[in-house]
């Protein structure tokens, strides 16, 4: 069983902040490339972060650059993402993705089952 389960995430008012958590279940983090992604009603999903497995290269979307920051933890079981100056914008549900590389050939064959980031005033 190799299973990705998110947390963190929940009602927050525009420019509040929000840690989401990736946390593996049967695999380790180590070898893999961890993705964030989000979907809102009527929009396409969208990548707004990765970080590397070996290099721990990180890359960001345009719209969340400088507001988002995603790390691993040392012990190498969760990977984060920090969501800051949120704006209406940000609110969908947000998944984390396995894959070999932030740059995969193929979509990310493991997928946790999302957790729902609302801004609202």
């Known amino acids: 069983q190799m299973q990705l389960e998110e947390s963190g995430g929940g009602l927050v008012q525009p420019g509040g902040s929000l840690k989401l958590s990736c946390a593996a279940s049967?695999?380790?983090?180590?070898?893999?490339?961890i993705h964030w992604f989000r979907q809102a009603p009527g929009k396409e999903r969208e990548e707004v972060s990765c970080i590397g497995s070996m290099d721990g290269g990180t890359k960001y979307a345009d719209s969340v650059k400088g507001r988002f920051t995603i790390a691993r933890e040392n012990g190498k079981t969760t990977v984060y993402l920090q969501i800051s100056s949120l704006k209406f914008e940000d609110t969908g549900r947000y998944y984390c993705?396995?894959?070999?590389?932030?740059?995969?050939?193929?979509?990310?064959?493991?997928w946790g089952q999302g957790t729902q980031v609302t801004v609202s005033s």
């Open positions: 993705a396995a894959s070999p590389s932030c740059t995969p050939r193929f979509p990310p064959p493991y």
């Open positions: 049967g695999f380790s983090l180590e070898y893999y490339a």
